[in-house]
């Protein structure tokens, strides 16, 4: 009986073995198997991650931006604190390529190197542009209100200027510009004369939106020169400032202030003209010395392009030609008949009338007066 009772839970110890042996033989592959899915799944998740991390990397380092992020926080902690550095990064490299003309921010990027002090020569067209009376009205206006017209004035006029030149700094009210030196242009005087007129025209429509605020229609002065500059980085070993700086630069601030003088609205140097310019229609205004210059500068005023409304061209044109007559017969002496063909509705003209009469009634030298 013991020997058969043995025999028996012998039995059951060796199909209870069996059973779990094949459960292990089952268990074990699974095992296997489910491990390499894991793992599988895991390098797959990892891989896209990592993979859309470097696109994004290599995306920002030419400064292309997404709107909206292409990684979300990852379970990941070595992972996650890669996408959190990166996304502190770009928010850095947006908010650089605000204070920092954008194709600074790419040769920066570019470089092996850290930026340094070194200027270079070329000859670039140079443009300094402000509101006129800003100044005055913006003592009588409330904070909101000059926000409000800065920024549409700031925000459209730079949309213009940086199509083809670069914005150099913004100074109150004021934009300086520049082409060449930075962004290769060949024929940058030209350039910039187009863009002045588009401003012009722009800065009519944003009179709508200016009316809204109360605000006067105000319009922008503008001087244009071109000439040899410097350019590159100039400052300290503790900042630095890519921006062009000469004779060119001074003489465009002085001519952006002479419109006051001549009433003018957009005055270019003759250094400009005399390139050739196609497409505008404009008025020799005369020559004058601007303020700490010896040389004396032949000056024009741009009026209008040739695309314009046939009215304005035509009238533009009409304006132009008795304003040369004018000018060349003051220039001969010739005082009484020259005032005889001055536009009075024109404010340049006006200005020119005074400065003639000043001459006939012996107040100041014919040889001091700007003609």
Not at 25 to 42: D, H, K, N, Q
Not at 171 to 176: A, E, K, V
Not at 266 to 293: A, F, H, M, Q, W
Not at 317 to 326: E, F, M, P, S, T
Request: aromatic share 6%; with cysteine.
């Amino acid at each position: 009986i013991n020997a058969e009772y043995m025999g028996d839970a012998q039995d059951k110890v060796n199909n209870k073995m069996n059973t779990i042996s094949k459960v292990i033989s089952i268990l074990i592959p699974l095992g296997i198997l489910v491990s390499v899915l894991i793992a599988a799944g895991l390098n797959f998740v990892v891989g896209y991650q990592i993979d859309k991390l470097s696109e994004l990397i290599y995306e920002s380092s030419n400064l292309l931006f997404r709107e909206k992020p292409l990684l979300k926080i990852s379970h990941f902690r070595e992972l996650n604190a890669m996408i959190v550095a990166h996304t502190k990064l770009t928010a850095a490299l947006r908010s650089f390529q605000l204070y920092v003309p954008h194709q600074i921010v790419l040769q920066i990027l570019d470089q092996k190197e850290q930026a340094k002090i070194g200027l270079k020569r070329c000859d670039s067209t140079v443009l300094f542009m402000s509101l006129d009376q800003f100044t005055n009205i913006a003592e009588k206006s409330n904070i909101a209100d000059i926000q409000a017209v800065l920024s549409d004035f700031m925000e459209y006029m730079s949309s213009i200027i940086c199509e083809t030149g670069t914005i150099d700094k913004y100074i109150g009210d004021s934009i300086m510009a520049f082409w060449n030196g930075l962004v290769d242009c060949h024929n940058h005087h030209q350039e910039a004369c187009n863009v002045l007129l588009k401003c012009q025209k722009l800065l009519r429509k944003l009179h709508g939106n200016w009316s809204t605020y109360g605000w006067p229609l105000l319009e922008f002065r503008a001087g244009l020169h071109c000439g040899e500059v410097l350019v590159g980085n100039l400052g300290s070993t503790r900042r630095l400032n890519f921006t062009v700086l000469g004779d060119t630069v001074n003489c465009a601030s002085r001519l952006e202030v002479l419109n006051k003088t001549t009433n003018t609205r957009l005055l270019i140097s003759n250094d400009i003209v005399e390139r050739g310019l196609n497409g505008t229609i404009i008025r020799n205004i005369g020559r004058t010395k601007l303020l700490g210059r010896q040389k004396v500068i032949g000056i024009s005023e741009l009026m209008c392009s040739t695309n314009d409304d046939p009215n304005i061209v035509t009238k533009c044109k009409n304006i132009a030609d008795k304003y040369h007559l004018a000018l060349n017969l003051a220039v001969e002496g010739k005082y009484s008949s020259s005032l005889s063909h001055l536009d009075s509705s024109d404010k340049p003209s006006r200005s020119l009338k005074d400065r003639i009469i000043s001459v006939q009634s012996n107040l100041i030298n014919p040889k001091d007066v700007d003609l």
